[in-house]
């Protein structure tokens, strides 16, 4: 069985940078329990909802996936996570 070239290029324990994009208002003082992501306010949706963005780097999936969950926990709709490079 062959590796695609994406998963053989792509190491799950090594650090990357994120941007994350969420349906609603998470305000700035969530930065620390967020693992330090920077927490900016985008465009409002379509429907005019608010649209929060959080960029920052995350040591590996696991704490990627602990800070997917954190969202979660506070009821924030996922839009989109877009991994930005390891650079």
Partial sequence: MTQSKESATYAFDQPGNYRIHVLGFLDESWSERLGG?????????????PVTELTGNVRDQAELAGLLNSLYELHLTLLS?????SG
């Avoid at 996570?81 to 490079?85: A, E, K, R």
């Fill in 37 to 49: 992501m920077r927490i900016s306010q985008c465009e409002p949706n379509d429907q005019q909802q």
């Fill in 81 to 85: 996570v877009n991994y930005l490079g």
